[in-house]
Structure formats: C-alpha cells, structure tokens
C-alpha cells in the first residue's frame, strides 16, 4: 500500500481568482522495506514483494488558468461531462482506482472503431448495451483479453483536470513499469480537449490490446502445432519476469517461428534491452489511438455541427508521455514539448553539467520546417499562410480537431466573417503526430512536459535550470507548482504589475498577460543528484 505525498495547497496569492487549480504529486516506492519520509511528514509504506520497475522516483503536475471557459457538460450527449471526466479529475492529489473504467459506458465512439479493431468490441451499439455490459466485450479466443495489454493493471494511480481550456492527465501502475501522461492543450473552446481527456487513454489501452492479441494470434498461426492455446501466458508465467518483460517477450515471439529460437531466450533469462518490434508496436498503437480520436471528434462535430457550429473551430494540441521500463515514448501535435534534463561530462572542469533536450517537435509556423512542408502541400494557394497563421486563423500546423480547416462541408457551417474564404485545397493542418522513443540512461534526471505557456516565458535551458536549482535545494518540493510561481513572478514583471495585482485580474481578461499553463515534472531514476552537477546555459 502506498500512501501519498500530499501536494501543498496554499493558493498562489490570498485572492480566490489567483489559485493554481490543478496540482498534484506522487511519489514512487523506492526502497524496498525502508519507509521514506516525505517533506509533510506522510509515509511511503513500501510494498510487499514487489520488484520495482519504474524508471522514475517521482513526479508532479500542476496548471494555472488564464482563460474563462466553462467545461461542456453537452459533449457526446453529456456522458462526457456527467459521467467520464469526474472519475479522473483529482486536481489535488493522485486516487487509486480500480483499473481504467472501460469505453463500454460510453456510447461515444464511431461505427468505425468497431470495424477498425475487428472482433474488438470497445463501443456498443446503444448506450443500454453498454450500461449492461460493464466491460469490455472481449470473451472469445477472438478477441484479446483486458488483462493481457501491458496497459492493464488491477488498479492504477490516476490523476487529472482542467485549467481554463488545458487539460491534464497522469496515470500510473508503479509495479507494472509504466506511467501514461498527457497534456491536452484545447483551443476555442475545452471540447475538443475534454473528449481526449475522456477518450484517448481507452483508446490507447484498446488498441495496445489489439496489438498484442495480434502478435500472439501471429504466434500461433506461425508457431504450427506447438500446442499452445492462443496464449503464452503460460510459457512466461515465471516470477522472475517483470510484467513489462512478460509483455516484451510476446511481442518478440511473434518474430521467432520456432520452439527452439524461443526456448533460447530462456523465460527467465533478464531483458536488458526492449525490442525494436516492440517499440514499433508501441508507436504503431500510439498513432492509431490518436488517429481514431481524430476521426472519432470530427464524426461528433459533424453530428451536432447543426446545433453548434462553434464545434467546427474547436481543437486541441496533444502531448502524450508513456513511460515503460526504460523507454520514454512521445506522441505530439501542436506545440506543447517535453523536454529532457541529461548530465554531461564537462572534460576541461572534471564536472558534471546539466543539458536540455527537446524530445518532442514545435508544429507551428514558426518552425521553418513546418511551414515550408505547409506551403509544398499546397502550391496553388497563394494564401496559406495569412499574418503569421495558418490560413489566417491558427499557428500550429498540426492539431486534432479544428475541422473547418480540414472539411469544406465543416467550414461551411460557419457563418459570414469566421468562415474561411478560399478553403482551396483541405486539410491546411495535419493530425500526422511526431513520435519519439529515447531510452534513459543513468545520465537523464528530469522530464518537464508543458503546454506552450509554460515556454512562452521560459526557454527550454531555464526550465531546466529552474527545476533543478529548486530540486537541489527542495528534494521533496513540488518543482512544478515552483515553475508556474516563477512564470507568474516573470508574467506580472513583463506587465509591470507586482504578482499579486496580475493574479487579481479575471480569467478571461488576464488571457492578456499569459496563457493556460499545464506542467508535469518527473524525476527519473532512483538515486538524486548532489550539487556537483551545474546548470548550461
């Protein structure tokens, strides 16, 4: 059992409109049969027989809103609002939950998911299917089972919510080596950013399922006859083996089209290193998940466009972090980062200095890449970009939803001045996602994932160097609550207001002076740093 560090809660300035909303903490079971003292005095009670997996020691997550948004209670005929986003939101602390409620509840998705996955039946057909039906319909030797996806778990760590129209989320299975973080940066309006934060992570989960009932029914198809049952379960049944590594080695035998191939690699001999296949599994599912949800909000749109054609301007930037044994995944679109805190070797001073490095890509005009791939995909419109936006309306290149700027027929619904003229050659903004895998070593510390208000006042080396001059000197603070005091202290100094005159302002109005901000900080590995290590700008 752990017990929770409890994040602290003082609002940021005494005024009521000046609070951080969201801010949360959790803190991994380092030190087996060591209770570890936390700066509030809680205890991390250590688990019982259970090797550690994780690659992180502890993360925080905090978002300041600047935008007055109310939360759309309408979306997907209200079960979004009603139902799903109260069971994650946890804008305080971590909540253990059973493992992740199914998609079954929520009669939300597409027909096309249904026959996208086959015999995986996440969606049913009417919402009375699914309410009598509390899981996922996956019995048959048919379909894979919940329980088989290395995603799975008998209960996680869940943590989430909304600041303005960011949202955040981060859920986390300590024994099963795997921590799943997102930051949903909506613009326009929450909706687009509420259905990811309600969808997405299920979606993720199914098609995870998916591709691993794949690879085992590969197996079976190739393995001719070994006897096994559709399963290996019981070839990597062994208690030395991490679930992560249980998981690894079904992805790998699909590849090995014989007993003896497999039995080389012995059930319980330690894997060192991930599989290439299975990073490309990984990655795979990641870009099919985001792909489904982008076809999934626009289907939405185009059903309620009539009654709300807002719906068709609504989008959102998607960060997704996941986290599995040593390797960091990144899916993004738009210009949300991650970005990471390594150590090198400074040979001339025989010191140890800390680097950042973007993991993620900035998909916004800006980005000379971007926009020359922008004005190639459309060589015979002379106004692809307009003012230093993409048809004169957004920055970012790529983003789900905003599908005015995809679908004539979508652009059409708006009216007068907010419909794009000369829509010639849709889609202007891609929903291609960037992916990344780095695998950490004992040199990486940290990982700030942000929303680009964060990096609106804070360059990639002084976020680094924020956080770890406050790790040095808090190891038991909240890092990312600190960074938003400091983009507070830096916004009110840019304004010429002291922080405490900025914070008095209203949201919607204080949109003037900064951006929705979401953070996330983890801390990687097991050992802390000393103050040996310095800070490079």
């Not at 998705?109 to 309410?131: H, K």
Request: proline share 4%.
């Amino acid at each position: 059992m752990i017990r929770l560090p409890k994040i602290m809660e003082e609002e940021l300035t005494d005024s009521p409109k000046g609070d951080i909303k969201v801010s949360f903490g959790y803190q991994c079971n380092g030190n087996k049969g060591i209770t570890c003292e936390v700066s509030n005095g809680y205890e991390i009670m250590p688990r019982i027989n259970v090797r550690r997996t994780s690659s992180f020691s502890c993360l925080s997550g905090a978002a300041l809103s600047a935008n007055a948004t109310l939360a759309n209670t309408n979306i997907c005929n209200g079960l979004i609002g009603a139902e799903k986003l109260p069971s994650w939101d946890s804008p305080n602390s971590f909540r253990r939950v059973p493992s992740s409620p199914s998609l079954s509840k929520l009669d939300i998705l597409s027909s096309s998911l249904q026959s996208s996955l086959s015999n995986l039946s996440c969606s049913p057909s009417t919402q009375s299917e699914a309410l009598e039906n509390d899981s996922y319909s996956l019995k048959s030797m048919s379909a894979p089972s919940r329980s088989d996806g290395f995603l799975n778990a008998m209960e996680v760590q869940v943590a989430g919510g909304a600041a303005g129209e960011d949202r955040v989320q981060a859920v986390c299975s300590e024994e099963n080596g795997w921590l799943f973080c997102a930051i949903y940066d909506g613009f326009n309006g929450r909706d687009a950013a509420d259905f990811l934060a309600g969808t997405l992570y299920e979606t993720i989960v199914c098609y995870f399922n998916l591709s691993d009932w794949e690879s085992e029914q590969e197996f079976v198809r190739t393995s001719n006859g070994l006897g096994l049952d559709g399963s290996l379960q019981n070839i990597l049944d062994d208690g030395n083996l991490t679930h992560v590594e249980k998981i690894v080695s079904k992805f790998d035998s699909s590849k090995d089209l014989g007993v003896d191939n497999f039995t080389r690699k012995g059930p319980c001999a330690k894997m060192e290193v991930i599989s290439d296949s299975f990073r490309h599994r990984v990655l795979d599912s990641l870009q099919r998940s985001l792909s489904q949800a982008e076809h999934d909000f626009l289907y939405m749109v185009e059903q309620e466009m009539e009654d709300r054609p807002d719906l068709v301007s609504v989008g959102s930037c998607v960060l997704v972090v996941l986290l599995i044994g040593n390797d960091l995944y990144t899916v993004n679109l738009g210009d949300s980062r991650a970005v990471l805190a390594t150590y090198t070797k400074d040979y001339m001073n025989e010191d140890e200095r800390l680097k950042a490095i973007q993991l993620t890509d900035s998909h916004t005009v800006d980005n000379e890449v971007e926009r020359n791939q922008l004005l190639c995909d459309h060589p015979d419109d002379p106004s692809v970009i307009v003012g230093g936006r993409v048809k004169g309306k957004l920055k970012v290149t790529r983003a789900l939803g905003v599908g005015y700027l995809k679908q004539k027929k979508l652009n059409d619904a708006l009216m007068g001045i907010l419909r794009v003229r000369n829509l010639l050659s849709p889609p202007y903004i891609s929903t291609q996602p960037s992916l990344n895998v780095h695998n950490i070593s004992k040199s990486d510390h940290f990982v700030i994932v942000g929303s680009d208000g964060l990096f609106d006042f804070f360059s990639n080396d002084e976020a680094v160097e924020l956080v770890h001059s406050y790790i040095l000197t808090n190891p038991s603070g909240d890092p990312a609550k600190f960074l938003l005091e400091q983009l507070v202290l830096r916004a009110a100094d840019c304004a010429g207001f002291s922080m405490e005159e900025l914070m008095s302002i209203p949201a919607g109005r204080r949109r003037k002076y900064h951006d929705d901000v979401t953070v996330i900080v983890i801390i990687l590995g097991t050992n802390h740093r000393t103050s040996k290590a310095s800070t490079c700008l």
